[in-house]
Every structure is written in structure tokens, then in C-alpha cells.
């Protein structure tokens, strides 16, 4: 019987992803908190879940090298050996290693076969297991280890009858003796089928089936009973100690390892000639490779009976090795929700229907004195409306948590690689944030914790010196402001030498000498393309290097970065965020007769200037003087070509926008007000247009298109008027 499991193999990807983020998590505080056997406990269940599951979708590179950190983790909780820093930077890179493997079976590329076995060298070191060489196999490794340590080897009886509903969940039993034959040897092994009913009876997706199995190993009772660990609950099981037999042959029938390494791939079908021949010992492994590598491709032979062309195999081979490719590009992204979030939906929907029951009755009969009721109604249908759509939002919410779990091993990491000692305070963990956005600053973010480790914070004798504390600590920290959500990259390092980035920036020609700037263009001076104070860049990291990326990235997703700094205190970077990328907050003005939204993060003030503050520079063009500042005007009817009620900006309205530390006042008729508007793609549904983000459906059924200042900016610096 075979079983179609490639459906749920997402599902193990999904869940190994969350078991090896558990596994980092652990590691990284069993390393502060070494005693803590809970929570040494709670890694080595995720490592072997990911072994367990591995095995039953048949990931034998993944389950065989879980099972040996598996080894160790084991020796950690049994108390034979104690958490070391060593120990536990093994067990990191171990876990890493396991991600690629995950990812390769995922359709990933392959990891370097030499990390994996230096891996597994190092982890059997650790566990005080005799090195193995050439890496061979782990079934002949254990009987190596047995016939090696025969006398401390112990000898077990366990009887085991699984739960009936074994084979409902996808579980093989023949995978568990194989774990057990991994421990050392199998020396007796029976069946049990006295349960079975009869045929007429015998429910097919039911286990009737026990085992009686006596195994020696040198491995501990505990070791063996963890084999069972999914399915004990449910299960008869007994593990009892006998005498190991030390004369005892060493394979009375064939050993469950030795004929089963294959079994999902060959369950059923019978072998290939030439490995039963190799088996039988008729020929040797390189006999065998020599008669396969003589036999001729079925290209080979159609191309000289003529019966194809050399570039029909040609195509054909493109096409075996693109149904061939991994399906990874092409998964559907998927969500794991809160089912009280499910729950609430369902009963607002409920109400939805409710509700346009209600008023579809009320149609049927409507007369003009039942009006308010109509009224009320149509009020009550608005409401849930709204709901249904907050809740719908809020089933893509995720915690931030998620974004930032992957810091503490970063910072790690960089405190060994510079030399450093940090500490990094993670809070407001539980916001929540459109899993769309969560993806999309975990590069920023981490770019900018890399700059704090590496250039914000000073070493260690330099911070003594400075009075300050040797460890540096960086402060990663997310909170809802308004509508929007605001996370903060702060240290308490050297802070941006004011003097250095100005001196840089006359040096790069990005400002003249007697040009006065304030502090928050200085500041901005770092996001400049290739812009670096750094005496030295490091293989970490550069002040600045990058850092036009990280402001590209954020502003990408509608939102905006800021910098907060002083000298020998420290440096903060709050990057303030929209909730969701598919809502908006905007506010709604009109040009003649036209409506646009305007992004409210973008909006910095409006104002109505007097004639005084206007004025036109030749090669400028029009400027307003704002706060001392003086603000190129943007007449929007000019770029878009319309019929503008106003054109006195004295007697219009001017909207102050900021974008990568540029303003510009864009000069509209009227603010009609505030409004959240579902976000359309203009280039899905149109073509793209300057100045235009997107449309929107407005509440009168017309589209208002939403401005994109930075377009704006590039508009007015090249002075292309674009009709939309």
C-alpha cells in the first residue's frame, strides 16, 4: 500500500521551519540559562520531531543528521555532559546546516557535503562518540559502536503494541524498529498477529499488529523509550533490561536496517537486477557501473533509428528538467491563523446575512413611512461591513515577533566576530503587522542592527574609557503610533559625528562648504548612495554603505526612516510603517473636478501661504518659504494637465509632502478629508503612470487616483508634465 504524502509535505516544511526556529530560540538561551533542563527538554522535542517527520515523508539526509544532534542533545539532558559555549556554537551551526538540508528537500540547492561531515564530526566528538570514518552509513556505524563498546552493552526486551489508530495519522511502525535498529542491534525481532479479526471485520486503516524486539545497545533506557515518543500515549509498551548475549550472531535474520534504508522508494516494486546480482555477490558495485555506463540512452538509440531529431531529444530534455524543477517557486503562500479569529469572521458573516436578509424582506414591502427603519438597516449593514473588513485585515496580522526572532543569533554572532560585548533587548514583540510587511523589513532591519553592532557600538576598552558600561546593548522595539506602526534600532554607541558627514559630503560634492544644513539633513547624508564615514569597512558592515537601501526599501512599503542621534550617547532609527499594504491611510483632495489621495505618512503640513512667502527663482522655478525653508511649489493641475478652480496659491491650498528627506508643496484646491482607500494597481489593470501610486474606488462609485511622491519629486526635478 502506498500513500500519496507529497500533499503534506508543505505542511512538514511549514512545521520544521517553526521546530528549528524553537531550536535557535533554545539554544540561544540555554547558552545564558545552561540548567535549564525544561527548556533543553523543549529543544530536543523539536529536533526530534523534525527526525520523525523527516523519516515518514522519507528526508533520509535530514533525518540522519537530526539524529545526531540529536545524540548530543541527548547527552545535554541526561546530564552526562554540561551546555558549553562550544557545545552550543556546535549545536548552532548544526541547526543551520539542518535548515539547508530542510531547504534542499525543499528543492533548495544541496549544502556542501564536506560542512556536513566535518558537522558530524564535530557533534559525534562532542557526544564523546568514537569518530567514525569515511561517514559511512548509520546502520554500520551502530554495529561498529557495538561490536566496539560490547562491554558496556546492555540488552532490551521491549514489547510494543501501537495504537490503533496508527495508520490514520500517516504513521509507519516499520520507521520506529528502524529507529531502534539505528541504537545498535536488532538480535531478535517478532510479530504478533494474534489480534487480527477476520477478514470480513478487518478494518484496513487499523493497527492489530505488536512487536516483541530484543536489542542491545550501548545507548541508555531513556534513549529507547524516546523512539516512542509520538505514540507511547496510546501505546502497550514494555522495555525491559536482560544479559546481552556476547557470542550472539550477529544477524540471525536480516537486520530491519539493512532492508529497509529504501523502503519508501521501493515499497512494492521489486529490486533492480543488478542490485540483487551486487547483493548475491555475482558481481561487484564496479562491474555493475561499467555494464550501466555501456548501455545506451533511449535518445541515443531513437536519434540513430532516425526516429528523432538531436534537437527534438534537445527539448525534450528541457522540458523533463522543467517539470523536474522544484515546485518551490511556485507554493502558495500560506498563513497559519488563530482559529478565534476564524471564529469571530464566521459569525460576522452570520450577522451579514442576517442583515441583508432583513432588508431584502423589507423591499418586498417597502413604503415610504418605513423609511427610518431603511435607514437603520442600511446604518446596521454599514457596520458590519467595516467589521468584517477590519477582520479580514486582521487575519494577515502577525506578530512582529516573528521579524525579530531572528536578531539574537545575528547579534551573536557579531559580538563574536567584532569582538564585542552586546546585549540586545528585544520588546513589543506581540504588534502586529501585515505578514506582507513582516517580510519585507526583515533585510532592513537587519542592515540596520549589523551598522549598530559593528560601528555604532564601540569595544569594549573604548567604552570603559568613554564611562560607559563594557557591554553595549542594542534596543529593538515595535509600537502601533496612529495608524501606523513605528519600530526603533537603537545603541548607545558612538552616535553620527555630525562634523565627519559633513566634511564627507563637501569632500563627495554633496553639499558646498558654506551651505547651511540642518541636523536632519546631515543625518539624512548617510541614506546617499555609497556614502560611508567608516574609517575602515569591515566584512560586517559600514555606516552608510547600504543604508540607501535600507530608506529605498522602507519607503518601498509607504513608509519612512528617521534618525535620532548624539554624540557618544547613541544612535536611534525609527522606521514608521503602514499596517497593511493593501489599505491606506489618505487624505482626499480635488483639482477641479478631480479627486486624488495623498498618503498621510507623506503629509508633513497644509498651509495657505501669503503672497510674501511666494517667490520665482530663475532656474528654480516657483518657491514657497516655509518655517525659513524655502519649498519648490508644485501646481498639481500643471502636472496632470487639468481645470483647476484656483490657481492663487494665495487663495489655494498647499500640501507640505517629505520623501528621502525631500519636500516639496504640492498646490491643490480644496482638502475634502481623511479616509482609509483599498490600494488598485495601476499597472495591473492600466499602465504606470508618474505621480501615480494606484487607484482607488471612491465612495461615490468614481476612481481617485493616489499620488506617489516620490514620482512628484522626479517630476518636478525633471520637469515632465504627465497627463493621467
Known sequence: MSADLSQFQESFFEESAEHLSTIEDGLLQLEQHPQDLDLLARIFRAAHSIKGNSGMFGFTAVGQFTHKMETLLDQLRNGRLSVTPAIADILLRST????????????????????????EQELAAAAGDTPKSGGGASASGASGEASSSASSQQGFRILWTPPS?????????????????????IVSRSLNVSHLPAFASLDPELCYLSWTCELHTVKQQSVIESVFDFVRDDSVLTIDKIEAKTAQP?????????????????????KPLGEILVESGVVSRETLDKALAQQKRVGEILVEQHAVTPQQISQALQKQQESATPKKGVDAASIRVDTAKIDKLINLVGELVITQSMLSDLGSRFEMGQLAVLLERIAQLERNTREIQERVMGI??????NAFSRFPRLVRD???????????????????????????????????????ADHGLEPPDERVAAGKTEQGTIHLNAFHEGGSICITVQDDGRGL?????????????????????????????????????????????????????????????????????????GTT????????????????VRVGTDTYIVPLL???????????????????????????????????????????????????????????????AVMVDEILGQQQVVIKSMEQNFRKVEGVAGATILGDGTVGFILDVRGLLNIARHGLPVAA
Open 497 to 569: 559625528n555630525r562634523d565627519r558627514i559633513l566634511a564627507k559630503a563637501v569632500k563627495q560634492g554633496l553639499v558646498t562648504e558654506n551651505e547651511k544644513l540642518s541636523d536632519d539633513q546631515i543625518w539624512g547624508m548617510i541614506f546617499k548612495p555609497g556614502f560611508s564615514t567608516a574609517e575602515k569597512v569591515t566584512d560586517v558592515s559600514g555606516r552608510g554603505v547600504g543604508m540607501d537601501v535600507v530608506k529605498r526599501n522602507i519607503e518601498g512599503l509607504g513608509g519612512t526612516v528617521s534618525i535620532k542621534t548624539a554624540l557618544g550617547k
Open 250 to 270: 550477529p544477524h540471525p535474520f536480516p537486520s530491519v536496517s539493512s532492508v529497509s534504508p529504501t523502503s519508501t522508494e521501493g515499497a512494492g516494486e521489486p
Open 414 to 452: 557579531l559580538s563574536g566576530k567584532a569582538g564585542k560585548k552586546i546585549q540586545l533587548v528585544l520588546s513589543g514583540e506581540e504588534t502586529e503587522l501585515d505578514k506582507t510587511v513582516i517580510e519585507s523589513i526583515g533585510d532592513p532591519l537587519t542592515h540596520l542592527v549589523r551598522n549598530s
Open 602 to 664: 507623506s503629509i508633513l503640513q497644509s498651509i495657505q501661504p501669503k503672497q510674501d512667502c511666494l517667490k520665482t527663482v530663475v532656474g528654480k522655478g516657483e518657491l514657497v518659504n516655509v518655517h525659513g525653508t524655502y519649498l519648490p511649489v508644485m501646481r498639481l493641475y500643471e502636472v496632470f494637465s487639468l481645470q483647476p478652480e484656483l490657481t492663487d496659491p494665495t487663495k489655494a491650498i498647499l500640501l507640505i509632502l517629505e520623501t528621502e528627506g525631500e519636500r516639496v
Open 96 to 119: 543551520d546546516c539542518l535548515k539547508l538540508l530542510i531547504d534542499a528537500a525543499h528543492g533548495g540547492p544541496a549544502p556542501d557535503q564536506n560542512t556536513i561531515a566535518q558537522l
Open 165 to 185: 489508530w496508527l495508520f490514520q495519522r500517516g504513521l509507519d511502525p516499520l520507521r520506529l524498529i528502524n529507529e531502534l535498529a539505528e541504537l545498535g542491534t
Open 573 to 588: 532609527f525609527t522606521l514608521k510603517l503602514p499596517l497593511t499594504l493593501a489599505i491606506i491611510e489618505g487624505m482626499t
Open 396 to 401: 494577515r496580522m502577525l506578530p512582529i515577533g
